[in-house]
């Protein structure tokens, strides 16, 4: 099972490409105030979904519950909040993402499929969208997102892995987790019993040195695909 955003593809290459949309807004728009609302709301609904990981399970909607604080923070409605998020994260981002693929996924996932193991993704934001913008849906058996009914509850929290392990109809040991970030994916991996590899630049392998929880390091989805084989040949 995967992480998406910055798992799949690369973030770094795709934040430009969006920082050069957004820092042109004001052109586009001719004015600066209607451009400075925008960067303003997406600045807040990024704080507040990060502060959001650490409530816990909630009994009301996570869905909702992260537009209407980002709207009491940015001091707007909660309908503009999410026409802004609807766009400039979940829409205009797409038409990148093929460019920004990590490589080796195509050659891991038909390796997977070949050996008849299932491949599914768990994410914070939704999924379905960028599967497809990928090319990798097809490939693709489950599809969670964090602020599904089902889980409501941002990572590391231990629902949204436990979510997959109900479907799949498998304990948590049976299922690797790869996920990027190892402040977030590695605990919520972890705190079900879950193995969990970060994919990270060779020259990051220091990072998060002060962890209590245990993960792998791989610099590519090529080392991965590598290391799948060579189990399977001993």
Known sequence: MLDVDGTLYHQDPLRFLMALELSALPLVRRSYGSASRVWRSLRCFRRVREELRFVGALKSSLADLQYVETAKRAGVNSAEIEQVVAEWIYRR???????????????????????????????????????????????????????????????????????????????????????????VDAPGAAAVGMPCAIIARKLGRQMYNNRSTDYSVISSFGDLYHAFTTDVRC
């Open 93 to 183: 981002p797409l038409k990148y993402l093929r460019f920004c693929k990590r490589h080796g996924i195509e050659q891991l996932f038909a390796f997977l499929e070949r050996n008849k193991i299932q491949i599914g993704v768990f994410s914070d934001y939704p999924v379905a969208d960028k599967l497809r913008a990928l090319g990798l849906s097809r490939s693709i058996t489950l599809m969670l997102c964090a602020t599904d009914p089902d889980i409501n509850a941002f990572k590391p929290h231990p629902k949204g892995f436990l979510r997959a392990c109900a479907i799949w109809g498998l304990i948590p040991e049976e299922v690797l987790y790869i996920g990027d970030r190892p402040e």
